[in-house]
Structures are given as structure tokens and as C-alpha cells.
């Protein structure tokens, strides 16, 4: 493997919002609003540690992302879309389309050393095994060792993702097999990536002055540009495509400077720690990069023929505070149970298609895969990958009507109890035996464990006593207080009104 240091830029990494738009005026909107008959482009965006207490639509006072908000007004809303609450599940539950339980990853894989396995990293896969083209450009997090084989390994045509090893925002690392040429430089970067170039893998070293979320966005734009224009000059020859953009926006740096985690360094004192308000302040810088691939695919010949996926992968992190209804929100990452560490951003438009609309089914990110699948008219997995055990959520969408009011979906956390919770629209229970009413989104009241036996919450229990267990821990039964390790049938106590072991 070959490392290469980039050049300095000649110019500043910062492109102003004028030269951006400009420069995605030229995706030909004489072509706007052609609907290409052939199956959907899809893009998924996926925002790094932004609960859902940080947008309009959801109840927040919070008025941080202006271009999201203004998407919502013609996508499909999902009040209950469910991530896990610590990044590398989240993505391992997109990428694969399984729960954490399935693949193992409980944490965050490059602490552990752990990473899916090739036959659970598998969205991209089924995309390019349909027909399209695949890219990833951002941060991956689950993949560990997969990060330097993706086309091998996940099925992506084209990736450029951030090395772990280095900062996130300045000074940054990335993996990629973009083929630069002998000069590496942010205008080589956006040719490749154009072009559609790629060679061997190669650790790019970015300098400091380059912002890597401004990186990101850029061979996002080349990319959507490169297939704007071969999709309007060549309609029939011209192959679909799945891009994956996964922001590093807006999780913390560490030990990093506060305001090296922004564009512009003077936004805040150079003495400035890390806070809700420099948080905020990243929420925002992601959203006006959102704002500017939105355009660009709104302004093209894409525009009618595209999927767009917005969600955020866990929830607001515990040292920044969130807004519901002007109540401010501990953030509650890293907890399975509370809504703010589990419940996030999820939207879709499809334009052709779908209609704003609000949707409270239960869904999370194992559902993507086939929701997808069903949406783009792909019906099979590759033979090497294994299968989603999510469901699509594409007729909800489709429709703009609730479809499974009944359905539970289930959360992880590593060190934080309980470790394993279901949770229905009304209900919540957790691994160690807790039992809650879901009042709101952020108001749980505690329940009787009766509660399990009196509104029919007995096959939610023994569902999640099954992952509890597949995930390496224990299940209590609600009324009791001894953890089992392995699994029995429950059934309700007809004397006592509470589930119980009969096995």
C-alpha cells in the first residue's frame, strides 16, 4: 500500500456557497424534470451523533438545519425511525441489515478489534450485484479490516473513508481507491472521482488546512455531476447508482482543538473548549453541506429518479443537551432504553413517487436493505452475503400510511444497562427485567411487571429473551430478579399475573 501526501491547495479548502452553486449549475437543469424510466438512483446520508431532540419536525425548539427541515416538507417523516445508541452498531445494522445480536458488533468495532464479516457487509453488494454503480465517500467506522478492500470485500465501485488513525476534521487520513495521478491535490481528488478513476488503495494525507467534511462534500458533487451527465447524454446505456455519504459532522474530536472541529477557525476564540454551542454549531455546518448536495440533485436530471435517505446513526451524545418542546434534553447515547439515545432523524423522497407524509410504524436501520431492495425492484442477495433479517418499510412509504402498527424493534448497549430493550410504539422493556409505558417520546413512566400479561407484551418479552441471549447476555424475567443465561418458553402466571419460565 502506498501512502501519498497531498499538496497544499493553491487556493483555500473553503468554497463559498456562491462558487459551489455556481459550479452545480452546470448539471444541466434544461433536464430537470425528465424521469428517466429505469430503476432509481439511491443516496443515502447518514449524519454522525445528531438525535432527533435537534430538529423542528420532531419537537425540538431548535432551528439549526434549515435545509433538512426544508426537505422534510416533501419527504416521508418516520416518527420512529431507530438506530442503535453508539455509532459502530448503528452502521453495522445499515450495512449488513442485521440486528447487533446477529452480527456480534455490540460496540464499536475498532475499540474491540472487531469488525462484520465479509458475509454481513452487505447493502453496497446487492446494489452493484442489481446493475448499479456504488461509491461510499466518509467515515465507516464497523468495517475495521474491510476498510482497505471495500470493492472486494462490500461491494463499492468507488471509496475514499477516513482512517481512524488520524483527526477527523483537520490533518486528516484518508483510505481511498481514487487513482490521483502523481499529484495529489483536492482538484485531483474531485477529477477522480468525476471520472470515475480508481487504482490500487492509498493513504492520503490531507494537510491541515483541509476541512475533510469540505473533502467529503466535494467528491460527493463530482460524483452526482459525473452521473448527471452520463445519465442525461446516455439514458439507456448509463447504469443507475448507490451512493453512501456518511458524515463525520457532528460528533466531537477528542483532545482536538474545539474550533478546528468548523470550517472557519475564527467562529470561536482560539481558547474555546468543546460545548453544546460549538455541537450546535457542527449541526449546522453539516446541514448547509447537506443543503448543497440536496441542490445539486434537485437542480439536475436526477432529480425525479432518486431515492434520497436521510438518518442519523445514534442518538445526541450525554455531554451536549438537546430541545423537546423547549425542555432541554440530556443527550442519551450509549443507553438502549431512552428515546434520545435510540430514536433519530429518518426521512425519504422518492419525488416520482412518495408524498410527504408522517409515519409512526416501528422501523430501524436493519430495514433499509429491503426497503430498498423492494423500492429499486432488486429481489435477491448475493450468494456470499447473508440476508436481511429486517422488514421493508417501502409500502408505508409508498402509501404514506401506517402498515405495521404491531411491530418492536430491538436496541443494544454495551456498558450501559439494560443491555438489551425492546421497544413498541407504547411500550418499552429491557433485558434486565424493566418494564415502561412510552407516554412520549421523552417521558417514560415505570409499569407493574403485570403489565407484560395484561396488554398481550408476552411475545415482545420472549423476543427480546432470545436477543438478549443471541447477544451475549442475560435475560430477567419481569417479577423476578435472576438473570438467565439460557432461553426457556414464558408464559403468564395465571395466579400471579407475571410472566414465568416453564421449560
Known amino acids: 500500500m502506498e501512502k501519498r501526501t497531498a499538496a497544499p491547495f493553491v487556493a483555500s479548502p473553503l468554497i463559498t456557497t456562491l462558487a459551489l452553486l455556481l459550479a452545480i449549475s452546470s448539471f444541466s437543469p434544461s433536464c430537470q424534470a425528465r424521469h428517466l424510466k429505469k430503476a432509481p438512483n439511491v443516496l443515502i446520508i447518514n449524519i454522525d451523533d445528531v438525535g432527533s431532540d435537534h ?48 452480527t456480534g458488533i455490540i460496540g464499536n468495532a475498532h475499540r474491540t478489534q472487531t469488525a462484520l464479516d465479509v458475509s454481513e457487509c452487505t447493502i453496497a453488494s446487492v446494489f452493484r450485484e442489481g446493475g448499479y454503480k456504488t461509491a461510499i465517500f466518509g467515515k465507516v467506522h464497523s468495517l475495521a479490516y474491510l476498510n482497505y478492500d471495500l470493492d472486494k470485500t462490500c461491494g463499492y465501485d468507488m471509496w475514499s473513508v477516513w482512517h481512524r488513525s488520524s483527526s477527523r476534521y483537520r490533518g486528516s487520513s484518508l483510505m481511498s481507491n481514487l487513482h490521483v495521478g502523481d499529484v495529489v491535490s483536492r482538484t485531483s481528488l474531485r477529477q477522480a472521482a468525476f471520472r470515475h478513476s480508481t487504482g490500487p488503495l492509498q493513504e492520503i494525507q490531507l494537510p ?6 469540505h473533502v467529503n462534500r466535494d467528491l460527493v458533487l463530482a460524483y452526482l455531476r459525473r452521473h448527471a451527465e452520463a445519465q442525461e447524454h446516455h439514458p439507456n446505456k448509463s447504469p443507475p447508482f448507490f451512493l453512501y455519504w456518511p458524515l463525520v459532522l457532528a460528533h466531537g474530536d477528542g483532545s ?4 478546528d472541529t468548523l470550517p472557519f477557525p475564527d467562529m470561536f476564540p482560539s481558547n474555546t473548549n468543546e460545548s453544546t454551542e460549538v455541537y450546535r454549531a457542527r449541526i449546522n455546518v453539516a446541514d448547509e453541506l447537506i443543503g448543497h448536495v440536496l441542490h445539486s440533485v ?17 442518538g445526541t451524545p450525554r455531554n451536549y443537551f438537546g430541545d423537546y418542546h423547549g425542555i432541554p434534553q440530556r443527550g442519551k447515547k450509549k443507553h438502549a432504553l431512552p428515546d434520545g439515545g435510540v430514536r433519530v432523524l429518518g426521512l425519504l423522497r422518492y419525488p416520482s413517487v412518495t408524498k410527504h407524509a408522517v409515519i409512526d410504524d416501528m422501523v430501524s436501520m ?22 436481511s433479517t429486517g422488514k421493508s418499510f417501502w409500502k408505508a412509504a409508498l402509501t404514506g400510511k401506517n402498515q405495521n402498527p404491531e411491530r418492536w424493534v430491538f436496541t443494544f448497549s454495551e456498558n450501559r444497562l439494560p443491555s438489551a430493550v425492546v421497544h413498541s410504539r407504547e411500550w418499552k422493556m429491557g433485558s434486565d427485567g424493566s418494564v415502561f409505558k412510552r407516554e412520549d417520546f421523552f417521558n417514560l413512566t415505570i409499569r407493574s411487571p403485570r403489565s407484560v400479561c395484561l396488554h398481550g407484551l408476552l411475545p415482545m418479552a420472549q423476543d427480546l429473551f432470545v436477543k438478549a441471549i443471541d447477544a451475549g447476555t442475560t435475560f430477567t424475567i419481569p417479577g423476578t430478579t435472576a438473570p438467565l443465561s439460557s432461553i426457556c418458553t414464558l408464559q403468564c402466571d395465571p395466579v400471579t399475573g407475571v410472566p414465568q419460565c416453564v421449560d
Open 55 to 102: 430538529f423542528s419536525f420532531y419537537g425540538s425548539n431548535l432551528t439549526l438545519t434549515p435545509n433538512i427541515d426544508a426537505f422534510e416538507k416533501s419527504s416521508v417523516r418516520f416518527m420512529n425511525f431507530f438506530a442503535q445508541p453508539l455509532c459502530g452498531p448503528s452502521r453495522a445494522a445499515l450495512f449488513s441489515g442485521r440486528w447487533p445480536s446477529d
Open 208 to 213: 491541515h488546512e483541509a476541512y475533510m467534511p
Open 256 to 259: 482536538k482543538p474545539a474550533r
Open 298 to 314: 434537485e437542480t439536475s436530471n436526477l432529480a425525479n429518479n432518486t431515492i434520497v435517505l436521510l438518518l442519523s446513526d445514534n
Open 366 to 387: 436493519t430495514d433499509v436493505i429491503p426497503t430498498l431492495m423492494e423500492a429499486t425492484g432488486i429481489s435477491n442477495f448475493p450468494a456470499d452475503k447473508d440476508p
